[in-house]
């Protein structure tokens, strides 16, 4: 599946060809990297593996450098993308041209962390009345019955840590490669903070 | 400029019409019927014009046999050929929405008169 590693730069809105405005989000394709192949013969699966911003090799630890091949320089960043459409070498850098002809994306992130969350914000649950004597608002309510199961079952949606987890939005409609300018802009909104890593691949659904 | 600017900046039409709230304007609009183009004029009174950035838009009322009638236009919309100014307005604020629950002589807009003087040269 074609991918790229790319920067969300943050949205803002376009005219289409029919004079509609669109939302979109930017996302600067940074300098994709490919660091290394995966062959079913040898992993069990073919992928290719891209790396975006380069380290010096004195600032990463050996074992994390020894991943890389001769000639290529450490990268922070690394990702597998399965069955790659495209021939590529070892070494060679991918950029947003990559895209052209593209119509959907599906874009992996990490989502912006909202912390400690009730079940109202994190779950949808609807909450109690306010006033009129309730004394129901936004607590979870019920967790199970008593002497049979007489326990709380897994996966019982309560309160926690809601966010900063790994989002994937599909069917994006790509509405314009820029090459020129190392962009592709993307309908719609996008998981994540502005300026956080994503991860732009060729939708699976749609195409 | 970062590249969000720049693509902002691309959107936005480098002549972009002249005009003001409490001019008479007349919008020539693009109306794409399947295959066929074919421009639209539509003739009023502009009440309002709000600024953001590329979606910048402006309310233009007219009274169609007895109604009101507003149309929101975005300013840089391809769509928008050109718009015409056909009488200016003497207005002292900038959003005319009073105007909608005005009737008779109370709905209009004095013309504003400029002296030659003012004028400056285009």
């Known amino acids: ?207 | 400029m970062n590249l969000v600017q720049a693509i902002q900046a691309e959107q936005i039409k480098s002549e972009l019409p002249v005009f003001n709230v409490g001019d008479t304007v007349r919008v020539s609009f693009k109306i794409v019927e399947g295959k066929t183009e074919r421009i639209q004029a539509y003739e009023g009174l502009v009440i309002a014009i709000k600024n953001a950035g590329v979606g910048r838009t402006f309310t233009v009322r007219k009274n169609s046999y007895g109604v009101g009638v507003e149309r929101v236009f975005p300013l840089n919309s391809p769509r928008v050929e050109k718009v015409d100014v056909l009488r200016r307005g003497k207005v002292r604020r900038a959003k005319l929405y009073y105007i909608r629950t005005k009737i008779g002589k109370k709905s209009k807009v004095k013309e504003l008169i400029v002296s030659k003087k003012e004028v400056p040269a285009t």
């Open chain 1, 1 to 207: 599946m074609l991918g790229l590693i790319g920067k969300k730069l943050g949205m803002t809105q376009v005219f289409d060809p029919t004079g509609k405005l669109v939302p979109v989000t930017v996302v600067q394709v940074v300098p994709n990297v490919v660091v290394g192949k995966k062959t079913s013969e040898d992993d069990g699966y073919d992928a290719i593996v891209v790396g975006a911003y380069q380290k010096k090799k004195t600032r990463v630890t050996k074992s994390y450098a020894g991943q890389f091949p001769e000639g290529v320089a450490p990268t922070r960043i690394l990702r597998e993308l399965r069955d790659f459409e495209k021939e590529v070498q070892v070494g060679e850098v991918l950029d947003a041209a990559l895209l052209e002809g593209v119509r959907y994306v599906d874009v992996t992130a990490t989502s912006k962390g909202k912390g400690f969350q009730g079940v109202v914000k994190r779950w949808g649950f609807g909450g109690g009345r306010a006033t009129h004597g309730s004394k129901f608002h936004r607590e979870p309510g019920s967790t199970g019955q008593s002497t049979y199961p007489h326990k709380t079952f897994k996966n019982v949606k309560l309160p926690g840590h809601m966010g900063h987890e790994q989002v994937t939005v599909q069917n994006l409609k790509v509405v314009s490669v820029d090459t020129e300018k190392g962009v592709v802009l993307v309908r719609g909104a996008l998981p994540g903070p502005r300026n956080c890593d994503v991860l732009v691949r060729k939708a699976i659904k749609k195409n």
